[in-house]
């Protein structure tokens, strides 16, 4: 069983910067892909970002790409989310996730879920 709590959220003026941490109970921690997933107000959850086990590979979504990291350290069981550039449109709430094995673009092959932090970003 994996807890996740995520920390970092706020509210920030467009071309602001966040970093959002998601720090993970257990002593498998690298043993799991860890992401970033996003839900605004009346919006389906959509994926933002994932990286391996290792940290060796990451991948993001098309809209934050260029503009966000994800990032890793295992020996403190925490993930980040570097957020620069902020637009309102990234105004959501922000899910940490993880799973064993390889990381996924899909929600539904999440096994863990932490309790989301809101970002807000104003125009």
């Known amino acids: 069983q994996v807890h996740l709590v995520e920390s970092g959220g706020g509210l920030v003026q467009a071309g602001g910067s966040l970093r959002l941490s998601c720090a993970a109970s257990g002593r498998t921690f690298s043993t799991y892909a860890m992401g970033w997933f996003r839900q605004a107000p009346g919006k389906e959850r959509d994926f933002v970002a994932a990286?391996?086990?290792?940290?060796?590979?990451?991948y993001y979504a098309n809209s934050v790409k260029g503009r966000f990291t994800i990032s890793r350290d295992n020996a403190k069981n925490t993930v980040y989310l570097q957020m620069n550039s902020l637009k309102p449109e990234d105004t959501a709430v922000y899910y940490c996730?993880?799973?064993?094995?390889?990381?996924?673009?899909?929600?539904?092959?999440?096994?863990?879920w932490g309790q989301g932090t809101q970002v807000t970003v104003s125009s």
């Open positions: 996730v993880g799973k064993p094995g390889l990381y996924s673009v899909y929600a539904g092959a999440y096994n863990y």
């Open positions: 990286i391996s086990r290792s940290g060796g590979n990451t």
